[in-house]
């Protein structure tokens, strides 16, 4: 059968456990302040705040790990401002006013993620992100960072892609093995397999917030 072709970024898809643990698909429920104004998308990183509510992570690249990063946001629910309604959504739409929200959030730090590999650390507009680069195996067992792309606010999705960048040890993920479904002709791989590195999930790491 022919695989889809990936032509951007998507954000970090939860896939699996780390050492072949039990993956349930559990998440978490964080609550989001009402009027947080901006985004988070499908995919994002969140981190916990003083005030016991989640934001949108600005984790890339950073020489020290950022305090409170819980995990990667999968939806949210709300009540409508407007109809009054409950709803769930792929997204957390900036500046919602809504006092019962609520982020979604697979929140395990053994967590394997699903990411695409993109051809740089320059942020890029949300209509195109950044394009996708292809790299053998020798790129498992490296450190990437996160390149931030904003997501869309058609899909939901995030645009959050990844940089492999070798052995630096300030870069937040590890590679742990590749996705040979998306491989190209040439036998490389767009579609890389992390988890967060030791000290960059808020539970593995002493520092409180």
């Known amino acids: 059968m022919a695989y889809p072709t990936v032509n951007a970024p998507y954000g970090l898809k939860p896939i699996n456990l780390i050492g072949g643990q039990v993956f349930a698909g559990s998440t978490r429920n964080f609550s989001i302040a009402s009027g947080y104004a901006a985004n988070i998308f499908y995919g994002d990183i969140v981190t916990l705040t003083s005030a016991g509510t989640v934001a949108v992570s600005a984790l890339a690249a950073d020489a020290s790990p950022l305090a409170g990063t819980v995990g990667v946001f ?85 645009r959050v892609g990844i ?11 590890r590679v742990v093995d590749v ?23 808020s539970y593995y790491n002493a520092t409180g917030i």
């Not at 309604?85 to 395990?108: E, H, L, M, N, R």
């Not at 292809?134 to 067992?141: D, E």
């Not at 998306?182 to 030791?198: D, H, L, P, W």
């Open 163 to 173: 940089y492999i960048a070798g052995t630096t040890t300030s870069l937040p993920l």
């Open 74 to 158: 999968l939806g949210c629910s709300y009540t409508n401002p407007s109809t009054n309604q409950k709803i769930f959504a792929q997204y957390w739409p900036s500046g919602t006013v809504a006092s019962d929200a609520q982020a979604i959030v697979c929140d395990d730090p053994d967590t394997l993620f699903k990411a695409v590999n993109v051809t740089g650390t320059t942020v890029d507009d949300a209509t195109s992100g950044l394009l996708p680069a292809y790299l053998g195996l020798t790129a498992i067992g490296n450190n990437c960072r996160l390149v931030l792309n904003t997501g869309s606010t058609t899909s939901g999705d995030s």
């Open 179 to 201: 996705v040979p479904d998306t491989a190209n002709s040439s036998g490389n791989f767009v579609e890389f397999i992390v988890k967060f590195n030791f000290g960059y999930h």
